[in-house]
């Protein structure tokens, strides 16, 4: 295939905004029309890999506008989370040059697939074309796409963590909403009335998931997992913030929590059964489900309650795209990138509900709509704050994992000792942290 040199898709991003602007279709045969722009990947075809996620229902239908406008064939694999990783490790591990684009969780996968050369650097595409915008997107989310200081993949999704919490029953305590991790806390044991089949407090539980949400407990306590190449989940800062999300699970959560990742604590907060739960701002739709519970319509949403050193959420990217580094047409994966990432292509998938790393979005009437109006106003305030990682920032994340939710679950199950399980888990972490330094 021919190679280009710099890609001509903002002008394209620019034509396909216009006709959908003005109504406009395609001719009979598929084309764009007579007097629009050339076909700039006439020929060209590439193979993009997706996750199943809402955001890949979004950009499924616009596609063949796409096609029509570039010329350029896509065709779409679509996987199961667990799936999706294990596909990619295999294509990738036998030097395949397929697909040429896929999704893939930065700080899960980011820093393995890029040291193993499977990710292709993309600051020199980014960075090529001012109408881009590289600028407007927020930092956090970049950081949290880059490894050893080279951009190996665009945001497409990013997420904070936040409270939720139920108008009505703190309406009827007299409590105001939580500003604080003690507000918190007391908000919790006040409206903590099991005998009724309300719990005060829902969270993840399960060792691996509470990984990424006991992180805003701990950024806000002024700690982290790691400070350079040491471990540090045995500081005061971190055996504070563990023991109290622990301890919010073991004395207001629910029987079973232990056991809970996001999908049974959010039914579990959106069934009416939990006062207070805290999350990923993403996930907000199964949280306020009218089909699950007559208190959907009572669903609150506020920033995350501040810790001794403020309010530190997570501000991430939870998914990105990426361009495979043995890609045969990095030229047409670049040009397809630069169009989903788009502010014109991202306007549409904000307005379906899914919070996108572009500033300028935010600060438009279609860019909230998608939202319900409180929480687009917590996106807003939280979007350029927070912390750029929810776990350690290791090659082998899963394994790292570990020793963090050892932890918390020892507060769950009434360990009193705590300082000395947090001693054992960071030598652990530790340990694994020397052995990727080899």
């Not at 007391?186 to 099991?194: E, I, Q, S, Y």
């Amino acid at each position: 295939m021919k190679r280009l040199g710099r890609s001509p898709l903002p002008a394209v991003a620019a034509i396909l905004f216009a006709l959908a602007a003005a109504g406009c279709g395609l001719d009979a045969d598929g084309g764009a029309g007579s007097g629009e722009a050339p076909r700039p990947f006439e020929g060209h075809s590439i193979t993009l890999v997706t996750g199943s996620h809402p955001w890949a229902d979004v950009i499924k239908p616009l596609l063949p506008r796409f096609e029509a406008e570039t010329g350029m064939s896509v065709r779409v694999q679509s996987f199961f989370e667990d799936q999706l990783t294990q596909k990619l490790t295999v294509q990738f591990t036998s030097g395949s040059e397929t697909p040429d684009v896929f999704m893939y969780r930065p700080l899960q996968e980011g820093k393995l697939f890029y040291r193993n050369g499977w990710l292709q650097p993309l600051d020199g595409y980014a960075g090529r074309e001012a109408d881009y915008d590289l600028s407007d997107f927020t930092p956090q989310s970049l950081r949290s796409s880059t490894v050893d200081g080279v951009l190996t993949g665009i945001p497409i999704i990013t997420e904070q963590g936040i409270l939720y919490y139920r108008k009505d029953l703190l309406r009827e305590a007299g409590i105001p909403v939580p500003r604080t991790l003690e507000e918190l806390a007391d908000a919790a044991g006040k409206l903590h009335r099991p005998e009724k089949g309300v719990y005060g407090f829902v969270a993840r539980g399960q060792r691996s998931p509470l990984v990424t949400q006991v992180s805003s407990f701990l950024y806000s306590e002024g700690g982290d997992f790691t400070s350079g190449s040491r471990a540090t989940i045995n500081t005061p800062e971190a055996v504070k913030a563990f023991t109290m999300y622990g301890s919010l699970l073991r004395d207001y959560g629910p029987p079973g929590a232990i056991h809970m990742s996001w999908p049974q604590a959010s039914s579990f907060f959106a069934e009416g059964r939990a006062a207070l739960y805290t999350d990923a701002n993403s996930i907000y739709k199964m949280t306020s489900d009218p089909a699950r519970s007559e208190a959907a319509d009572q669903v609150g949403y506020a920033a995350f309650p501040a810790g001794s050193k403020g309010s530190r959420p997570y501000n991430i990217t939870s998914w990105g795209l990426a361009v495979n580094a043995k890609s045969a047409d990095k030229e047409a994966a670049w040009a397809f990138i630069e169009w989903a990432t788009g502010k014109t292509t991202m306007l549409q998938s904000q307005r379906q509900g899914i919070p996108s790393p572009r500033s300028s979005l935010w600060n438009t009437r279609e860019g909230t709509a998608g939202f319900p109006a409180q929480l687009a106003e917590v996106f807003k305030r939280s979007l350029t704050g927070g912390v750029d990682h929810d776990r350690p920032t290791t090659v082998n994340v899963a394994e790292a994992r570990e020793p963090v939710g050892e932890i918390v679950q020892k507060v769950m199950t009434g360990e009193t000792d705590i300082q000395k399980t947090a001693d054992a888990a960071n030598a652990a972490l530790q340990a694994i942290l020397d052995k990727e330094a080899e």
